[in-house]
């Protein structure tokens, strides 16, 4: 029995097969173009004949790279896979890192230790940059990961002089634009409920809500506003919270679409109809919107696209290209449907 028999074929013995140098072997699987056309089919035609797979690790380890991106969400596993958001954010990461040849990592952070851990994760450089999502306004993880010298892009910021590269909706404009279309139906009494005080996207909207109020010459009362927490469950806390505060308001601006629906539920068992008592619109134009009865009037993000633009800008970084900007804010869009 002649020639190796078992494990995996080797670089050198693809050389052999093919009559070529390694280093041209190299440059084949690499897609280099410094490759005569006729020693590329040499080695194709070896590799296919002895079935070679190249060892990724030996080739992430020649050029310094892991080939893989850490996806990190402060959140729990509950919220990340019962909300649409992260889901489509996720989705849009992935289809931009599967055509760049990307191994993507899922990473929840919940507690103290969970993040020291990642962090000599990253000391001992596993990934080559790191996506974060849903960050809180004194999360000190994204300067940490910058110390270490690890490219990284924010979903969303924690102020507006966030220092680190981001991808964000326009959250001022989804606030505004939601409440004044309630004004221009003749809303007076425009409550809100609004994001997690420690998310940027919450202070956005409840901005834009101010704003909007403002221009149409109404007044902004105090009363009207409270505080959820992006959740299904917060969103009917605070709607409880504004009946007994203001039980003679009209309208709801919901600061997600999950809130919206919490929102509703405690607007049915009180007997008040949507729209006809009170109107109500949501934001993010998450499936649940469609499927609500009546269907929810929200403010479109472009959820999947944000997550497409973080890989694209990571792997900019990635590359050492610095080609357009690292801050990119993204236009949101008024769906408007019956419940408004």
Request: glycine share 10%; aromatic share 2%.
């Amino acid at each position: 029995m002649g020639g190796r028999q078992t494990g995996r074929p080797t670089l050198e013995e693809v050389a052999a097969r093919a009559g070529v140098g390694r280093g041209t072997v190299s440059r084949v699987i690499n897609g280099s173009s410094r490759v005569s056309e006729r020693a590329k089919e040499a080695v194709e035609r070896a590799v296919a004949e002895l079935g070679y797979v190249p060892n990724r690790a030996a080739r992430a380890l020649a050029g310094s790279r892991t080939d893989a991106i850490a996806l990190v969400v402060t959140e729990t596993e509950a919220r990340v896979f019962a909300e649409p958001y992260f889901l489509d954010i996720i989705r849009g990461v992935n289809a931009e890192l599967a055509s760049a040849d990307k191994q993507l990592l899922l990473t929840l952070i919940r507690t103290e230790q969970e993040r020291q851990r990642f962090e000599e994760y990253l000391a001992a450089q596993r990934v080559d940059g790191v996506l974060l999502v849903s960050v809180h306004r004194d999360d000190p993880l994204p300067d940490q990961v910058r110390a270490l010298g690890v490219p990284a892009v924010l979903n969303g910021r924690r102020s507006p002089q966030e220092p680190v590269a981001y991808v964000d909706s326009d959250n001022v404009g989804a606030g505004r634009s939601a409440v004044a279309h309630l004004a221009e139906r003749g809303r007076q009494r425009i409550a809100t409920i609004t994001g997690s005080p420690d998310l940027d996207a919450g202070h956005g909207r409840l901005a834009g809500y101010r704003e909007a109020l403002v221009a149409a010459g109404l007044p902004v009362d105090e009363r009207l506003i409270a505080t959820g927490d992006f959740t299904e469950d917060g969103g009917r806390r605070a709607m409880r919270e504004l009946l007994e505060r203001c039980p003679d308001l009209d309208a709801v601006f919901a600061a997600s679409d999950l809130m919206a629906v919490g929102a509703l539920s405690v607007l049915r068992a009180r007997g008040l109809d949507v729209p006809g008592d009170v109107a109500l619109v949501g934001v993010d134009d998450s499936p649940v919107a469609r499927h609500l009865d009546p269907p929810l009037t929200t403010v479109r993000q472009p959820i999947e696209e944000m997550g497409r633009r973080m890989a694209g800008l990571l792997l900019r970084q990635i590359a050492g290209e610095d080609r357009g900007p690292s801050r990119l804010v993204l236009p949101t869009e008024l769906v408007v449907r019956e419940s408004s």
